[in-house]
């Protein structure tokens, strides 16, 4: 898969089957939307292609906003290459990029830039300055500029459309097996190991800790049953998300107790993917409480874990 960062490196591809969006989590509706744009693509002889933003636009028209992602570059640039994507086009999202009226971006980035042939978009689009470009704009001058606009169905879950948005909410309210339902694959975190506190160990459950990777979205605190993924091999876990307010508040960060393994994970990087939310946080009174917490905590982990199906270590 070829990455292009800007017009200027961009090189015309035969008959280009485009679609456009940020993709922030790869989630059904982005699968579904990619798979026919690759399907077309075929049908036509031509090359699928995926327009995308760096930065989020969202960082640049409302920089108050701290906002977090479902997924890292590399994570992306991945599902886009296993879903058959041929080209991303990077465009450096920026005020001049903003500024541009619907039918300058259409002119100038998709006729004049790609020479774009079929789009496919989300029945929600919106594009050019302010967003005042629709779907039925898009259709206009595509038609002027010599493309066609096929409207995209979204995907649905219980009723509600897949977005985004509604991932990070189940995530931020600890619903991570919603969030997985959405995502089609289990949401995970990664980072290297860090030297903790070793409290765990001390009380019996020595855990590997990671920082909270920065702009990523982040589990509500609480014990989740996870799988743990370091060098290729799959580890059913359990994993704590918080300060530790039993012993006084401290940093906030993962921890991750490996079930039936001794593993010396420090300075390593590993991946946690979550399956299921266990319980909220919790102040215990003494550290026996909590160790006995903790016991309970990793039997209704193995049941949950019973029957889970990962995604694979090497994705």
Same mark, same amino acid.
């Given at each position: 898969?070829?990455?292009?960062?800007?017009?200027?490196?961009?090189?015309?591809?035969?008959?280009?089957?485009?679609?456009?969006?940020?993709?922030?989590?790869?989630?059904?509706?982005?699968?579904?939307?990619?798979?026919?744009?690759?399907?077309?693509?075929?049908?036509?002889?031509?090359?699928?292609?995926?327009?995308?933003?760096?930065?989020?636009?969202?960082?640049?028209?409302?920089?108050?906003?701290?906002?977090?992602?479902?997924?890292?570059?590399?994570?992306?640039?991945?599902?886009?290459?296993?879903?058959?994507?041929?080209?991303?086009?990077?465009?450096?999202?920026?005020?001049?990029?903003?500024?541009?009226?619907?039918?300058?971006?259409?002119?100038?980035?998709?006729?004049?830039?790609?020479?774009?042939?079929?789009?496919?978009?989300?029945?929600?689009?919106?594009?050019?300055?302010?967003?005042?470009?629709?779907?039925?704009?898009?259709? *206009? %001058?595509?038609?002027?500029?010599? =493309?066609?606009?096929?409207?995209?169905?979204?995907? $649905?879950? !219980?009723? @509600? #459309?897949?977005?985004?948005?509604?991932?990070?909410?189940?995530?931020?309210?600890?619903?991570?097996?919603?969030?997985?339902?959405?995502?089609?694959?289990?949401?995970?975190?990664?980072?290297?190991?860090?030297?903790?506190?070793?409290?765990?160990?001390?009380?019996?459950?020595?855990?590997?800790?990671?920082?909270?990777?920065?702009?990523?979205?982040?589990?509500?605190?609480?014990?989740?049953?996870?799988?743990?993924?370091?060098?290729?091999?799959?580890?059913?876990?359990?994993?704590?998300?918080?300060?530790?307010?039993?012993?006084?508040?401290?940093?906030?960060?993962?921890?991750?107790?490996?079930?039936?393994?001794?593993?010396?994970?420090?300075?390593?990087?590993?991946?946690?993917?979550?399956?299921? *939310? %266990?319980?909220?946080?919790?102040? =215990?009174?003494?550290?026996?409480?909590?160790?006995? $917490?903790? !016991?309970? @905590? #990793?039997?209704?982990?193995?049941?949950?874990?019973?029957?889970?199906?990962?995604?694979?270590?090497?994705?």
């Amino acid at each position: 898969m070829k990455v292009t960062r800007g017009l200027a490196e961009h090189k015309r591809a035969p008959y280009p089957v485009l679609t456009i969006g940020n993709f922030d989590g790869l989630h059904l509706g982005h699968q579904a939307l990619l798979s026919t744009v690759v399907e077309a693509a075929s049908v036509s002889g031509g090359t699928p292609i995926v327009l995308t933003f760096d930065p989020h636009p969202v960082t640049v028209l409302k920089p108050d906003i701290d906002l977090c992602l479902l997924t890292t570059l590399e994570d992306k640039l991945a599902r886009f290459q296993h879903a058959g994507i041929e080209e991303v086009l990077f465009l450096s999202f920026d005020r001049a990029l903003a500024s541009l009226m619907p039918e300058e971006f259409v002119s100038l980035i998709l006729r004049d830039g790609i020479g774009v042939r079929e789009v496919f978009v989300g029945e929600h689009f919106a594009f050019g300055k302010g967003r005042s470009g629709r779907i039925a704009d898009l259709a *206009r %001058l595509g038609r002027e500029a010599g =493309f066609l606009v096929r409207p995209a169905q979204p995907v $649905r879950m !219980d009723g @509600d #459309v897949i977005s985004s948005s509604r991932i990070r909410q189940l995530l931020q309210a600890g619903d991570v097996r919603g969030a997985a339902r959405c995502l089609g694959r289990p949401y995970e975190l990664s980072g290297p190991v860090v030297q903790g506190a070793q409290r765990g160990q001390g009380l019996g459950w020595p855990t590997a800790n990671l920082r909270l990777p920065r702009g990523r979205v982040i589990p509500a605190d609480g014990v989740y049953a996870t799988t743990a993924i370091w060098n290729k091999q799959l580890f059913e876990s359990v994993s704590y998300i918080g300060t530790r307010p039993t012993f006084g508040a401290g940093e906030r960060l993962i921890e991750v107790y490996l079930l039936d393994q001794r593993v010396d994970l420090y300075d390593h990087d590993i991946r946690v993917q979550f399956v299921k *939310r %266990l319980r909220g946080d919790l102040t =215990f009174a003494t550290a026996v409480e909590l160790a006995a $917490r903790i !016991d309970l @905590d #990793v039997k209704l982990a193995r049941e949950a874990l019973k029957g889970a199906v990962p995604s694979t270590a090497d994705a």
